[in-house]
């Protein structure tokens, strides 16, 4: 799916993951990924706001500990248990920015106004949330830019701040002035850059869904929204990279472990085949369909997971027909239903989950998900 954001009062990390919340990213999945982090006095829920005449989604994120100063090493160790790499480079990118412009070491820096631990819940959070929606491409249009200056733990700064300006300017972004204040935050710059944001017109789409992202302030010139619009780019194929490679010396558990590590890792699709290697030997073959982008990331993992020396890489042209996804209740529980164009199916972890909870069989509460989902 391709992502647009349409960025005409900025963008900041909360801004970002409520648009995504707007656009029918499911709450718990994130909440699951943000859990994964190992942090501790945290809470994020989603409610409805108006800003100017807009109707929004507003990401409210709560920590039990408000200290805004820590080190980027110490907001890593939580990001990357989460498993989410988008989430990791936004960090990173953050800490050498920094860096760069403190004149000290990256893996040293501390991060003021931005080292919260809220931080840690909207980057992995944003990141989780692309991944739910299938998102594959990110564009945005030109950025507004505040004017003024902001109080900061290093005295009062300019805006843009320094980290902001130096973040849009390594994505390659394109802005434009509107008004006074912050409206572009260095979690917002960084979430562009670590996605691959490109910056330009409108990209050919069929649209699917639109959702607004509310910022904290309700000024009363402009609506103070991120507005995102979901679409796919109907009969054209997208540049995919495939893995593979060939292991006999990796049990089953290892294996399914991988395939998980895999999919949270961002790849497309992760899958094993059953062969039979030279001398007889009964094994298997890694396959994950994954983009360019992450294609490093992937690799590092079959690696480190199995041992393996070496694996084969070639291109692929992946054609993704177009899909939704609604939630329907089943006798009170909630089912997610993925749309195509020829047919629906629930998720099938929504399925277990209302069975168990029903007394029912699986198949009974898919045949029912479905129906509703027709409806």
Known sequence: MILWLNPVSGISGDMLLGALLDLGAPLDGIREAVARTGLSGWSLDAERVTRGAVGATRAVVTVSDDATERSAAALLAHVERAGTPLAERAVRAVAEVEAGIHDSDPAEVHLHEIGGLDTVVDTVGVAAALQLLDVTEVHCGPLALGSGTVSTRHGVLPVPAPATVA????????????????????????????????????????????????????????PNVLQAVLGAAEDA???????????????????????????????????????????????????????????????????????????????????ALPRSTSTVDVDGQQVRVKHGPWGAKPEHDDVAAAATALGLPLREVARRARDAGAE
């Open 167 to 222: 973040l849009l300017t390594a994505a390659g972004a394109q802005v434009t002035g509107a008004g006074t204040g912050e409206t572009v935050t260095p979690t917002g710059a960084a979430l562009l850059l670590a996605a691959g944001a490109r910056f330009g017109p409108v990209p050919t789409m069929a649209l699917r869904a639109v959702g607004y992202g509310a910022g904290t302030r309700n000024p009363p010139e402009r």
């Open 237 to 319: 194929a997208t540049p995919m990279v495939l893995l593979e490679t060939n292991v006999d010396d990796v049990t089953g558990e290892v294996l399914g472990h991988l395939v998980g590590q895999l999919l949270a890792a961002g790849a497309a699709d992760a899958w094993l085949s059953p062969i039979v290697m030279k001398k007889g030997r009964p094994a298997h073959t890694v396959h994950v369909l994954t983009t360019p982008e992450r294609a490093a990331g992937c690799e590092r993992i079959v690696f480190a997971e199995t041992g393996s020396l070496g694996l084969r890489r070639s291109p692929v042209d992946r054609l």
